[in-house]
């Protein structure tokens, strides 16, 4: 074999190679897509069965029929209907979750914080029944409102018991104060007409329960709140600076302390 025919060959089963690996490149990532697509076409018809009144007692079957997927087929993305639900729970309620929890950090820990959150989630149930009756029946099987909601609960919770604005036996008390209370309230708005305030209302009364002062209560139910996405899109989500400081909610005044950890203004 000449030179030059030698390296002929050996370019040109170079490129054998390389376009034999870029096509198991492509396939595999047109496999990853298919496979995302299907998880999302369960997830989506898990939260169209879910997202009604009597969606709780939704069932394997039923995901699959109106995915339009066969029985085996939803094993191999989730080893039990349990495991989609929490799934299911982390997909609607994450991204909404980091929209408020952007904007309650640019207020103080405590009774703020916990209130602002309260009344977005049975807002957006007002706004949304869909996707309210969807946290409804999802929390019926686990924690409520998702084990994502809860850890971020209770450590409001705890920052309310710290900070001496809640007065309760014990901060599991305070939780289960809390998120059954709205829980209910979310319930009661999905099956009846409510007032526009009845959000307000419910948290007045949660907060009066934990014993939070009238001055503070006050302070928690008449502030308006901004619409999360747009908070978002104009702040980011870790603000160094936000709503709080335009409402004058990061003053200490009226017995509020200062953002929970740091020290009170000189």
């Known amino acids: ?13 170079g490129r054998g190679r ?3 690996k870029i096509s198991l490149e492509k396939r595999a990532e047109i496999g990853r897509q298919k ?51 929490s799934a299911l729970t ?33 807002h957006r149930t007002r706004e949304d029944p869909a996707w309210g009756w969807a946290m409804v029946n999802l929390s019926a099987g686990g924690p409520i409102f998702g084990e994502e909601t809860a850890r971020y609960g209770i450590e409001a919770v705890i920052e309310g018991m710290v900070t001496e604005q809640f007065h309760a036996g014990s901060a599991q008390l305070a939780y289960d104060l809390m998120h059954g209370a709205t829980l209910a309230g979310m319930i009661t708005q999905l099956r009846s ?25 006050e302070r928690c139910i008449r502030t308006e709140l901004p619409e999360p996405e747009s908070f978002v899109r104009q702040f980011g989500q870790s603000p160094a600076k936000g709503f709080g400081d335009m409402a004058g909610l990061t003053l200490l005044g009226e017995g509020l302390p200062p953002r929970f950890g740091e020290d009170s203004p000189d």
């Open 90 to 122: 982390f997909d609607i309620s994450h991204d909404f979750n980091l929209a408020v929890r952007a904007i309650i950090r640019t207020v103080p820990a405590g009774a703020l914080r916990c209130s602002f959150a309260l009344r977005y989630y049975m």
């Open 18 to 20: 390389v376009g034999r």
């Open 35 to 85: 496979r995302a697509r299907t998880r999302e076409k369960m997830l989506e018809a898990a939260f169209l069965l879910l997202g009604r009144e009597d969606g709780r007692s939704t069932r394997i079957e039923e995901i699959c029929k109106e995915a339009k997927v066969a029985r085996g087929t939803f094993y191999n993305y989730f080893s039990s209907v349990e495991e989609l639900l």
């Open 193 to 217: 007409e409510q007032p526009d305030d009845y959000p307000e209302q419910m948290v007045t009364l949660i907060m009066r329960g934990l014993g939070v002062s009238e001055s503070l209560v």
């Open 1 to 13: 074999m000449s030179t030059a025919s030698g390296i002929i060959e050996a370019r040109s089963s």
